[in-house]
């Protein structure tokens, strides 16, 4: 997994509530067998119309708006589990995904993918999108050590919570499965002595 | 201090904790399909780790197979390949593939219940996030990522942090016509699509102790639709009774030893819940959902409610509904009984109960998707076949289907589709599609009449 440390970046507002997964990654695009080349139809039915034209209105096709911050509505990534939105917003180019709130599935998928899912509060949800949507060139600094999300030039600033654990993980590059493996004996005691 | 039904469960699960940080939580059962197992499959093969409990996956194809000549072979290509890859993957690792064709093949909820392979006080993972479907049962079920399927193939266990509980207590009578379906869709509508979110949810209360089997899991199918990562029901004589001699089931002496043990597991009378919810079950009628997430439901009756917020609206405009407006009447040209949710033998026999003797709309399509092979069968011996084929519907084969049209099951852009599925989200049956969530038998009438009815007025 790749490491995540601080990232100054510009953001893309996506100013939509409850963006569920079907719509991160429609269905008819998880026929594939491997993880690469998701990106291509990340929001594929927002950013084209069905005749396979350029959506113009859909934030993503604005070339006002670029970075690798994606700011969504609240509760972003409910629905389906399927870890291809998390590997279509990496593959787009996103490391860093702020909303007021995320479903519990997709945060986890995006903190095994090295995503930061970076929780905020309905106001500085509500003030940085004002300033991104004002000023496109507003740059946001996120420092996963710190567990700070600011505003480049600015007071607007906000702590935000991450897992210790996931932390070190998401700094280092480690992940579950290294943990898990070398972790066999104790798993192998627990099936011996299971008391169900 | 008295413990939850969840945390009994799990408490009996945590192999070991990580300070300030989560828990290793032992996964029982483990159950694939083709779309989210292939990538882990390869990150393990790729990084040189075996499976580590091979015995203890379950393997379906049911995401993206037809539902037509599932004798002949699958004519997409990148479908068929992502089949052969299930097939080779359980191969080499001495998995239990229940492939296409296969007598106990169906989708992976309704499948694992009926083989006995979901038994209560078990803790069961899947990458899909309808795994909640076998909290019914009284086990820890839950979906998972890919990223957490390769870790149950490595290590049998998952990193988690305990979540919170959440109780939602249904007590009363339920009106004639309200089925298990209304019952979630009305809590959801209630509470909302992200009330759940962290939370594991205990749904209590007669209504669910009243309930079959295949209704508790229709209930805690949909937890994930409010945001929960589980449901889950206490398990009783209806639940044992209901494992009982199935292909997996503990037999004899084992079988009863196992009772007392589930006989443990519900929730004592001084434990506490971080949030509870009550709801009287007569207030609850027959629903159908109006908008583009589950959340946005009404009784079938009543007017879509105004709202500000500019994503109520985006909703609006894309079913092309307007505040205030009543559905009944609405003309529908397409009805899908089937998924998860909603395809388990009663869900047949209701639809047939109420189409018996009468006939499909001309202006309709109406699909029926069994769950899976076995509930194919049930419905040609029970003589369902019949009613439904002189009634002009098609009864189709086993999978997910038209719930997330994967296959060819699409619903054409623009057309209304009344689903018993779980989602109604934008384009989720086909690109464009606009899908209302219902009750079988919402749909079964709404296929007969070739417009939404207030069914209340229909069954007195």
Wanted: hydrophobic letters at 35%; glycine letters at 8%.
């Amino acid at each position: 997994m790749e490491k995540f440390t601080t990232l100054q970046s510009k953001a893309i507002p996506l100013q939509i509530e409850n963006v569920d997964t079907d719509q991160i990654i429609p269905a008819r695009f998880l026929k594939a067998t491997d993880r690469k080349g998701f990106g291509d139809n990340l929001f594929r039915d927002w950013r084209y119309h069905k005749d396979g034209t350029v959506n113009t209105d859909f934030v993503l096709n604005d070339a006002r708006y670029s970075g690798k911050i994606l700011v969504a509505g609240d509760n972003f990534g409910c629905g389906s589990s399927r870890e291809h939105a998390a590997w279509a917003i990496t593959d787009f180019g996103f490391k860093v995904v702020v909303s007021s709130f995320f479903a519990d599935i997709f945060k986890g998928n995006a903190l095994n993918n090295g995503l930061l899912p970076v929780q905020v509060s309905e106001k500085f949800l509500s003030d940085i999108l004002q300033l991104i949507g004002s000023n496109p060139e507003t740059e946001l600094i996120v420092n996963l050590e710190k567990q700070t999300i600011s505003v480049k030039d600015s007071d607007l600033s906000e702590n935000f919570e991450i897992d210790a654990y996931k932390k070190t993980c998401m700094i280092n590059g480690y992940d579950d499965i290294d943990y898990l493996v070398n972790n066999k004996e104790l798993i192998e005691a627990f099936e011996a002595q299971k008391i169900y | 201090m008295g413990k939850t039904l969840f945390d009994k469960v799990w408490d009996a699960h945590v192999v070991d904790a990580i300070d300030n940080g989560p828990q290793i939580l032992y996964i029982d059962k483990h159950l694939i399909h083709e779309v989210t197992s292939p990538q882990a499959f390869n990150e393990l093969e790729e990084r040189g780790i075996p499976i580590f409990r091979p015995n203890q996956i379950v393997a379906t194809a049911d995401h993206n197979t037809p539902t037509l000549n599932q004798d002949k072979p699958v004519k997409d290509a990148l479908s068929r390949k992502q089949l052969e890859q299930l097939s080779e993957n359980c191969k080499k690792n001495n998995i239990t593939l229940y492939q296409l064709g296969h007598k106990y093949n169906g989708i992976v909820h309704v499948m694992a219940p009926e083989l006995g392979v979901t038994q209560p006080g078990l803790t069961m993972v899947c990458g899909d996030s309808h795994t909640s479907t076998h909290g019914a049962f009284g086990a820890i079920a839950f979906g998972i990522g890919t990223s957490q399927v390769a870790q149950v193939f490595a290590s049998q266990c998952l990193l988690l942090t305990k979540p919170k509980s959440l109780r939602v207590t249904v007590n009363g009578k339920l009106k004639k016509g309200v089925l298990p379906k209304d019952v979630i869709l009305y809590i959801i509508s209630k509470l909302g699509t992200n009330s759940g979110t962290g939370y594991f949810c205990e749904y209590a209360g007669n209504v669910f102790e009243e309930m079959s089997m295949e209704g508790r899991m229709t209930v805690c199918n949909m937890s994930i639709e409010m945001g929960a990562r589980g449901g889950m029901i206490a398990p009783d004589d209806t639940t044992f009774n209901y494992i009982k001699g199935r292909k997996f089931a503990p037999e004899g002496e084992a079988f009863d030893k196992k009772v007392a043990y589930w006989k443990t597991l519900p929730t004592d009378a001084d434990a506490s819940f971080d949030k509870e919810y009550s709801f009287d079950a007569e207030d609850i009628e027959p629903m159908i959902t109006y908008g583009t997430n589950p959340g946005m439901g009404i009784k079938i009756s009543e007017a879509i409610p105004e709202d500000e917020n500019p994503s109520f609206k985006k909703s609006l405009a894309y079913m092309d509904f307007k505040a205030g407006e009543r559905l009944v009447d609405k003309p529908i040209n397409y009805v899908f009984i089937g998924s998860c949710t909603n395809s388990r033998i009663e869900d047949f026999r209701v639809a047939a109960q109420y189409i018996k003797g009468k006939k499909k709309a001309d202006n309709v399509t109406a699909w029926l998707v069994p769950g899976s092979k076995q509930v194919e069968h049930q419905i040609i011996e029970e003589g369902l076949k019949t009613i439904f084929d002189e009634a002009g519907f098609e009864l189709r084969q086993p999978g997910c289907s038209a719930c997330l049209a994967m296959n060819d099951d699409k619903i054409p852009q623009g057309e209304y589709c009344v689903s018993t599925s779980n989602r109604n989200f934008e384009g989720r049956q086909g690109q464009g599609s606009r899908t209302i969530l219902a009750s079988p038998l919402v749909a079964a009438a709404t296929a007969v009449e070739g417009k939404i009815i207030d069914i209340t007025k229909h069954l007195n």
